[in-house]
Each structure stands twice: as structure tokens, then as C-alpha cells.
């Protein structure tokens, strides 16, 4: 890869779409262009040689992984801004709402115009946006397929734009040999101060659940389609038939992310249903904090959880209600956390930063 002569050093990426991509984002259409723009300033030139300048491109800036990978990359002198297109994308509240395709054409060109900046490298977080990035003809792109976007509705865009990106990371081995490409697996990290064992009793006091009960965890909207909560309460309501006490199932999801320890830890059990995923934080932040992990055989999980016990790793509901009567009826912590210390928020950020320096 060579420079091509713009001023400041300029980079010099071919751009091969196929036609399919081509014609999405070059498409013309009506209306203003606009974004939102989030996350401190660009750096300046007269910066430290060591910073790097990066254009992040996001579906949901909020998204609470992101705001900690964004903070553990300035420990490591990565500095830039965030752009996300317009309409709304929330799945926090008690329904989902996403962004139309129309939304993202009109990310385009607001792409274009901050790819002119200062920036060393444009970084695609989430396969939807890789084809703005690819767009831009000036920088080097990084590529971040989440999940969804490699194993959901858009795969095959996340797989067509994987191949012209100059390095693309994935969050898990299965996730590598579904892409069928190069690629690096960097799981995202967890803040381990933050998600830590504490007293069972201390936390159901600070979050309210009754201390009798035996409390299932199911950390996200009941609006998650892919969470798959239909499929926690049957598998709960006929666990509870074979355990003694009552057991409860909490659907936990629009608190403050520093809060979600208290709800880890004040759990019997975190419950993951899921029809797919690529690498859940839920699943990490629980082992963090010893709670045990019964879930269906999704992403990373089943290799991530080899040496936890108890945990359990299912294929069917029968396996999901033995997992969970296992755990219910005798509760105990798990030795999870010891089993999560390779994904630190701190390795995550320095492993990002190696892949920044492989693309310039």
C-alpha cells in the first residue's frame, strides 16, 4: 500500500465494490444531510507523533461497549470523532426502534466530507457503515462486525465490504470462520473494577429484589428478538416447577451500565436465550462476578465458559430447564472471574491499537 501524493500523506486504497454496494451509496436522493457527531475533538498535527487520529463511524453511539472502547483507546493515544447517521436506533426502553436503509444513504455524505479531516485511519464500527468508509477513497479502514451484523439479516453486506476493508476484527473464532476472510478476534473487554463479586444480600438491598426469592437475569428488553425472551420465560416457568421457593424472572435493561454490577451479583443465574450472538458482554460482566451462566450455544460462549462451573451451554430447552434447576436448586457462585481476566478493557484497547499500526 502505497501513498498517492495528497498533502499530508495521503493513502492510496483501492476501492472495488461490487455493483450491489455501489449502488446504495452512490444512489442520488432528496432531503438534508446531516449527522450526529459525538465524542470530543480531532487531535492536531502537533500532537505527540505517537497518537493516532481516527473517524469512527457507529449505528448507536450510546451503545455502552462502544463509550468503553472509546475510553480505554485514549489511555492509548487514540483520539478522534464519532459520527453516527441520523433517525433513531434505541433498543434500551421497552420497544426497538431502528434506522431505515434511507438513513444510512444519507450518512454518505457527511462521511465524505469528515474523511477530508486530519484523521489517520476511518474505523467502520458495525457492518452497516462499512460502505460509507469504503466510499472514501482517502483513508485506510478498519472494519468491527459485532455480531448481528456478520450473523444477521445483513451478513451478506457485512461480508461483501469485509473483503475491500484493510483489516477487519470480529469478536469470536466462530465469528473469523463465518466471515471467511482475514480478520483479527478481539472479544470486547470488560471494566473488571467495575463488574467484581460482592455480597449477594448487599446487592438484592441496593436493587430492590426480594432476598427469599431465586432471581433469573435476563439483561435486556423483552423487545430483543434476537434475546429471544418468549423462550426465557417457558424454559423459567417450567424450571420453577422443579425447584423449591419461588423463582422470578427480571427482565433488566435501560439502567446505567455502572449499575448492572448490583444486578449481577444480586442474580441466582444469568438466563441467555439467544438465537445468536457474536461475543456477549452480559456473559463476560456475569463471570466477573461469579454469577453462574446457564445459555444457549451462541458466539464464543461455549469456549469462553470450558472451565466455569457451575455453567451451563445448551442446545435445547430441556438442556436450558436442566441448567437452570441445576443452579436454582442448590444457588452458589461460579469461579468465573478468574476465567475472564484475558479480556480486560486494558488488552482490548492495546490490541485495537496494534491493528491501527498494521493498516498505516
Not at 444513504?105 to 469528515?114: A, D, G, K, S
Request: a negative charge; glycine letters at 8%; proline letters at 5%.
Amino acid at each position: 500500500m502505497t501513498g498517492n501524493g495528497f498533502p499530508g500523506g495521503g493513502y492510496d486504497r483501492p476501492v472495488a465494490l461490487d455493483e450491489s454496494i455501489k449502488r446504495r451509496i452512490t444512489k442520488r436522493f432528496s432531503g438534508e444531510f446531516s449527522a450526529t457527531v459525538t465524542r470530543g475533538a480531532m487531535q492536531s498535527r502537533t500532537d505527540t507523533e505517537s497518537s493516532l487520529r481516527v473517524l469512527n463511524l457507529v449505528t448507536n453511539a450510546d451503545a455502552r461497549f462502544f463509550d468503553e472502547q472509546l475510553r480505554i483507546l485514549r489511555e492509548y493515544d487514540v483520539r478522534g470523532e464519532t459520527l453516527s447517521p441520523t433517525g433513531v436506533h434505541r433498543a434500551r426502553d421497552d420497544s426497538v426502534t431502528r434506522r431505515s436503509p434511507a438513513d444510512y444513504l444519507r450518512f454518505f455524505p457527511t462521511v465524505m466530507r469528515n474523511s477530508l479531516g486530519e484523521y489517520d485511519l476511518i474505523h467502520a464500527n458495525y457492518g452497516l457503515t462499512a460502505p460509507m468508509a469504503l466510499a472514501q477513497p482517502r483513508l485506510p479502514v478498519v472494519l468491527s462486525l459485532w455480531g448481528s451484523d456478520l450473523l444477521g439479516e445483513y451478513g451478506w453486506l457485512s461480508k461483501r465490504c469485509a473483503r475491500h476493508c484493510d483489516a477487519v476484527i470480529v469478536m469470536s473464532e466462530g465469528m473469523a470462520d463465518e466471515l471467511g476472510c482475514d480478520c483479527h478476534v478481539i472479544p470486547h473487554g470488560i471494566n473488571l473494577s467495575r463488574f467484581a463479586p460482592m455480597l449477594k444480600s448487599t446487592a438484592r438491598a441496593e436493587v430492590g429484589w426480594n432476598e427469599t426469592k431465586k432471581h433469573v437475569l435476563f439483561p435486556y428488553p423483552p423487545t430483543r428478538e434476537v434475546k429471544d425472551f418468549p423462550r426465557a420465560e417457558r424454559v423459567v416457568a417450567e424450571a420453577a416447577n422443579r425447584v423449591d421457593g419461588e423463582v422470578e424472572l427480571q427482565s433488566v435493561f435501560g439502567v446505567a451500565h455502572e449499575e448492572m454490577a448490583d444486578y449481577y451479583n444480586a442474580a441466582d443465574v444469568l438466563l441467555l436465550p439467544s438465537k445468536s450472538e457474536g461475543s456477549p458482554n452480559s456473559v463476560k460482566e456475569a463471570m466477573a462476578c461469579n454469577l453462574p451462566v446457564v445459555t444457549t450455544d451462541v458466539g464464543d460462549v461455549r469456549d469462553r465458559l470450558a472451565d466455569v462451573s457451575p455453567s451451563h451451554v445448551c442446545s435445547s430447552d430441556d438442556e436450558l430447564v436442566a441448567g437452570l434447576v441445576d443452579v436454582l436448586a442448590e444457588p452458589r457462585r461460579s469461579n468465573g472471574r478468574e476465567n475472564v481476566l484475558d479480556i480486560s478493557l486494558e488488552r482490548m484497547g492495546e490490541r485495537i491499537r496494534g491493528v491501527y499500526e498494521t493498516v498505516l
